[in-house]
């Protein structure tokens, strides 16, 4: 860890006996040989742990994630989210508000293995930073509020991390709240997420009298008695248990580990011949190595997780936690990508994240899958098909980068100098190595498109997904137009969900983005790093059109331009599709006669029309969903070019569209909302002016949790509502669920408010 911080001072170029000799000076717990220093550098794959920390908002992800840098060597001080002083929080907007907002990776070491940690957003306005860190991520850690269990938000990220098929461990925090529950949060992991909790350690003490673990593995009592307020937790005592130890406590601990023992054995084939064989009459005498093992195997294999708990804000139970990370969680070569064996030794890396430095440019982070990453090289980016030279290679240390001079498989480096590459690209060596690859997998039968095509081989990227507001965006004077296009830019490589648009009839810039707080982050990021005071306008919301009925129709386009006349002539059938099967999807075809006829210039013309009129609907100009096109009938006089055919079917859609009938969709959003039963009756009463919805209420230690759906239109301002209504005792979260038609009431206010007619 340190090492690096020398590297960055002394130089590449410094000879190797030199490097070494000065390392040593400063540093005198480092190996002697060089050897040993370049594995300091690229440890063993097996040795290596990439792993993000994942949560609903404020359950204490960034308070775990600095004091397993503390614990590690990597900082010399507790860093506090309140205090606004974390690593990994280091944006000044993550510091004022206290909450994550982007992902932000750092290297440390923990018992001669290397732990590459991503902290990740809990706020759903953030989601994608959480879908991109688990896309390349190898294992993960969920943190949980032991008071409130699984949240609204450990859902969404609990299924991100199924979808990608990462190995988890749980951590229960915050044990040392009064209203810490330990069946509670294992239940509403087994009932909610849906998954096996494997319990390896049970609480000593509850609330404030929380002091330690028992470790059931090796059942060993793991105690922090701090001396002051002031004890940063990094000494404790491990005891075993005694039988002159309280009884009652020896029977929990007893029955505890029997349970575990069991249901290990349920969930792992191999422990439970082991357990037939040499402990089937005494599960007392079970080998605390092999158990560990089998509890590594049942979490690789995604039927189990393992569960902790702890206080991180009190410094306890952070140190097993980092012991479980090593032991349980996968290397990565424990992690099988198919794609990724078929460039065998040549580099193939994976571009998921973007941030900007204002000296050195875009900073792309890559995770490595195969191959050796070296400065003053060139690379080739398969999906932009362009050929690039990586200037430097650095390791994340948060908002501090280390130069190296190379990294190997299995870790998350830091480049400069990409200029072309975005989230979701695939970096090799060169076109010759991917096309190599290509051949490889059209001989093992991988593929069935053509021949040595380099598309074959590209890593899946990340999904992104559509913003739900927007806004006009302008700059204080014309003046700072180009600057303000350049932020733009800039952040919208950084953040994919973000974006930016410019209204054809007005000219004027659109923002797009997930929610509220997404677009007023980002308006205070223009503001404070690139020091443009940006006017936003007032934010609305991201609505959907779609059709009512079945309607055929033909529409004839003739128009000279010049000397030379266009004719053209399209029929065209366009109906309903129901958009819960359909989602957000707009489909067309050509009739099986039109498909063998049509020259495929033409048909890239008719393309082009259709794709230009699913952007803009009949009644507000928002995007068509649910819309299948059937081309009927394309009649081309000699010399019409193809941009009119494109003009003409745009117009014959358009025709369409307003015979069938247009319908506004909104999104309405899932919503939970965690309250006292005091409140509730004023919560629902709100809840009902905003045409929203009840499904269910449930209890949660002394609160009550809404679950409902309502209208995104109707949730401006919620947080201050609800503020007011509940005296500042209630939380909430809100996700997108799905588009609904709007009623025919609300659609005509709508459309009066937005002709400016209310």
């Not at 002394?10 to 040989?33: E, K, N, T, V, W």
């Not at 009739?591 to 230009?612: D, F, Y």
């Amino acid at each position: 860890m340190i090492w690096g911080r020398y590297l960055l001072t002394a130089g590449l170029q410094s000879c190797r006996c030199r490097l070494g000799c000065h390392i040593r000076r400063q540093y005198s717990f480092l190996p002697d040989d060089i050897k040993s220093l370049r594995a300091l550098v690229n440890p063993d794959i097996s040795k290596i742990r990439n792993i993000g920390i994942m949560a609903h908002i404020d359950a204490g992800k960034t308070t775990t994630t600095e004091r397993m840098l503390y614990y590690s060597g990597y900082t010399r001080a507790l860093g506090d989210v309140d205090d606004g002083d974390t690593v990994t929080d280091f944006l000044a907007q993550e510091r004022e508000r206290g909450i994550t907002i982007q992902s932000a990776a750092v290297t440390f070491d923990w018992k001669s293995h290397r732990i590459n940690l991503i902290d990740t957003p809990g706020h759903v306005d953030f989601t994608l930073e959480v879908e991109r860190a688990l896309r390349v991520l190898d294992g993960a850690v969920a943190v949980f509020d032991a008071s409130a269990g699984v949240e609204a938000q450990t859902l969404t990220v609990w299924r991100q991390a199924e979808k990608h098929h990462v190995p988890c461990v749980c951590f229960l925090n915050k044990m040392d709240k009064p209203a810490a529950n330990l069946e509670f949060s294992i239940d509403s992991i087994r009932q909610k997420l849906k998954a096996n909790p494997v319990l390896l350690q049970i609480p000593i003490g509850s609330g404030k009298n929380f002091t330690g673990v028992i470790d059931l593995i090796t059942n060993q009592k793991l105690i922090w008695k701090p001396k002051s307020t002031e004890d940063d937790g990094r000494v404790f005592k491990i005891h075993n248990l005694d039988p002159s130890d309280d009884a009652e406590l020896l029977q929990t601990v007893s029955e505890a580990r029997t349970a575990l023992i069991e249901m290990v054995a349920d969930l792992d084939d191999e422990f439970a011949e082991l357990l037939l064989t040499d402990f089937s009459e005494n599960f007392d005498a079970v080998n605390s190595i092999k158990l560990q093992e089998a509890v590594r195997r049942v979490t690789l294999a995604r039927k189990g997780v393992p569960v902790l708990c702890g206080s991180s804000l009190r410094n306890k139970g952070v140190q097993p936690l980092l012991d479980a990370i090593t032991a349980y969680l996968p290397a990565p070569n424990e992690r099988h990508h198919d794609l990724v064996r078929w460039y065998k030794e040549d580099l193939c890396a994976l571009a998921f994240k973007v941030m900007h430095d204002k000296q050195r440019g875009p900073l792309v982070f890559l995770r490595i899958y195969s191959g050796t990453l070296k400065p003053q090289t060139a690379v080739h980016n398969i999906n932009r098909n362009s050929t690039e030279r990586m200037s430097r290679l650095l390791v994340p240390f948060a908002d501090q980068h280390v130069e190296i001079p190379s990294l190997t498989a299995g870790n998350i480096a830091l480049t400069v100098g990409l200029k072309q590459t975005v989230t979701g690209d695939t970096i090799v060596s060169s076109k010759a190595s991917a096309a190599a690859a290509a051949r490889r997998a059209h001989n093992e039968g991988g593929t069935k498109k053509r021949h040595g095509d380099p598309a074959n081989v590209v890593l899946s990227g990340v999904e992104i997904p559509d913003p739900v507001f927007f806004c006009t965006i302008e700059p204080p004077t014309m003046a700072k137009q180009a600057d303000l296009e350049n932020a733009l830019n800039c952040l919208q490589r950084e953040d994919p969900s973000l974006k930016v648009r410019v209204d054809p009839d007005s000219g004027q810039t659109i923002l797009c983005g997930m929610g509220e707080l997404h677009i007023e982050i980002v308006h205070d990021r223009i503001r404070r790093e690139y020091g443009i005071e940006t006017h936003l306008g007032p934010l609305q919301v991201a609505y959907r059109e779609t059709i009512l009925h079945e309607v055929s129709t033909t529409d004839t386009l003739d128009r000279t331009v010049g000397e030379r006349r266009h004719v053209v002539t399209v029929k065209l059938a366009v109906r309903p599709v129901d958009i819960t099967s359909a989602g957000a999807s707009c489909e067309f075809a050509f009739t099986e006669e039109l498909e063998g006829h049509l020259s495929p210039e033409i048909k890239e013309a008719v393309q082009n029309g259709m794709h230009s009129s699913y952007l803009q609907g009949p009644l507000l100009g928002y995007p068509l969903q649910g819309i299948s096109t059937l081309v009927q009938g394309v009649a081309i006089e000699p010399g019409t070019s193809p941009a009119m055919v494109s003009a003409c079917v745009s117009r014959c859609m358009l025709k369409a569209l307003r015979l069938a009938g247009g319908q506004v969709l909104e999104p309405v959003m899932s919503l939970e909302v965690t309250v006292g039963e005091e409140h509730l009756g004023a919560v629902l009463g709100d809840l009902a002016q905003r045409r929203g919805t009840v499904r269910d209420i449930q209890s949660r230690q002394d609160d009550k949790v809404l679950l409902g759906t309502v209208p995104l239109a109707e949730m401006m301002g919620y947080s201050t509502a609800l503020r007011t209504v509940t005296s500042g005792n209630a939380t909430f979260s809100l996700e997108l669920d799905t588009y609904e038609a709007m009623n025919i009431q609300d659609q005509n206010t709508l459309l009066k408010r937005m002709g400016g007619l209310l």
